[in-house]
């Protein structure tokens, strides 16, 4: 995946995976939703404290608890790194249309969680961020998400 990232995209979405069961379906779903956000949303309208979002998906069983959800901000480098798990037992028979609504679901679920809550919280190492509107970033991805037919499979 990483030939993917162009200088241009400045949102990258990927996978920390266990096992390779639906591997080829979630990695197609994170490649739409990369592709879509890079093509819509242009993070340096929200401010000039962050040049990169990084969404990494970990899809590990329950009891492997090695990557657990995080934020981290670095103000150096203006990168802010989301990693959220992803339910693994349930994608493992899980059809195409099911990770793709799925990862939509915890996409969503992964913007909710971090909007709401302080990144000092979240990991003591993460810097503040700094000139960054979360809040209309996270209204215009939900927006395009809309406009693409992806709201309903999370409805």
Known sequence: MQERIQKKDRIHVTAKIY?????????QALNDIQDLLNLHININEYGKG???IGFIFVLEPAARDFHPNYLHYSKTHKELTLQY????????????????STLI????KALDTYHQADAAALNEASDDIEDFDFTAWKVDVE???EA????????
Do not use: C, H, I
């Not at 096992?19 to 990695?27: A, V």
């Not at 798990?85 to 793709?100: I, K, N, W």
């Not at 679901?105 to 969503?108: G, S």
């Open 19 to 27: 096992k390779e069961e639906n591997l080829y379906l979630l990695m």
């Open 50 to 52: 962050v040049d990169f």
């Open 85 to 100: 798990r992803l339910p693994y037992e349930q994608l493992q028979t899980a059809s195409s249309e099911e990770v793709f």
């Open 105 to 108: 679901e915890y996409f969503l």
């Open 143 to 145: 927006r395009w998400f």
């Open 148 to 155: 693409e037919g992806w709201m309903a499979a999370v409805s």
